[in-house]
């Protein structure tokens, strides 16, 4: 076969082909449709009758239940010391003793006085019985007057004695220790100061409330406490008492919650973050927080209806963290949904797996 006949065989056969593969794609080369999306699984809850709180949340100190500075009555030198600072002491525990010569001095000269002022008190007595006419009744009003002198006397040393032992007036710990045995300690000074001690095994919880809020304080509304020094931890209590009025300097007013510490967990000094029950509602009607959807100052919840969802915006109350009162919107017979993680938009249809 001569070369210029292959040539034109070979053109004839590819243009063949081509025109065959045009033809085919003509005929079956449409794109299928997309396979329909299945419907969004999502759980559905009903509004619901119940107590909701509204909290507010403040910061507050913790101070202790009781604090003290002793000091010594009077004057002397410091004799023993039994405490330093962290230790646990019990009411009427010994903490220091003082020295106190004079008053010693004086306690066994007025004992001295009384014995004698005693005995010459008694002599005139029976002097006055048995010859009342040669005993003068005055000298025998005099003697009983030396003697409850001298008694009183002796009496107000024995109390200044007592004073030099240092107790502990409640149970506590020991937080401050200012002064060393052998330091001469001064009655009615501010700089003689012997020990501090605090019991916290219950604390008071001072909290600044705003003046927004002031006027709906009342006692026994709900306090729980956390601090990042305790993570994990919560503290519970009530509001105790409050000054009804306000600070003029910051218009805020000062309200106390007693909470229970016997671990010694919360020390004095800290600050605390307080989450403060301030207003209650009773038969509110609620919906689970997770049902909430905030879109800028707008809030919304999705409700089902024959498979799909509807976009509902809704007026909400009260929010405690778990559930949100529910004040225009929504029906007691509503299906509400909860998507959980699956993002929901208004028509989409979806399959109710759990309704409560």
Known sequence: MSAPLRRFLLCAGSITVMVTLGACDRSGGQTPPPPPVPPTEIRTTHLAQGPITRSIVLPAQVIPYQEATLYAKVSGYLKTINVDKGDKVKAGAILARMEIPELAAAKARQQAELQAASSDYERLQKALARTPDLVVPDTVDQAKGRFEVAKASLAESETLLGYATITAPFAGVITQRYVDPGALIQANNAGSAIVS????????????????????????????????????????????????????????????????????????????????????????????????????????????????????????????????????????????????????????????????
């Open 197 to 356: 001690l605090m019991d916290f095994s219950t604390v008071r919880l001072q909290v600044a409330v705003p003046e927004i809020e002031a006027a709906k304080v009342t006692v026994g509304q709900p306090v729980r406490v956390t601090t990042d020094n305790l993570p994990g931890r919560q503290f519970d209590g009530k509001v105790t008492r409050f000054t009804y009025a306000l600070d003029t300097t910051n218009r805020t007013m000062l309200a106390e919650a007693i909470l229970q510490n016997q671990d010694l967990a919360l020390r004095p000094g800290m600050l605390v973050t307080v989450k403060l029950g301030i207003e209650r509602k009773e038969h509110a009607p609620l919906m689970p927080e997770e049902a909430l959807v905030n879109e800028r100052s707008n809030t919304f919840a999705y409700t089902v209806a024959d498979g799909k969802a509807a976009k509902q915006p809704i007026k909400v109350g009260f929010n405690d963290g778990q559930n949100v009162e529910v004040l225009d919107g929504l029906k007691a017979g509503d299906a509400i949904a909860l998507p959980g993680k699956a993002k929901l938009s208004d028509g989409q249809s979806v399959r109710v797996v759990d309704s409560q």
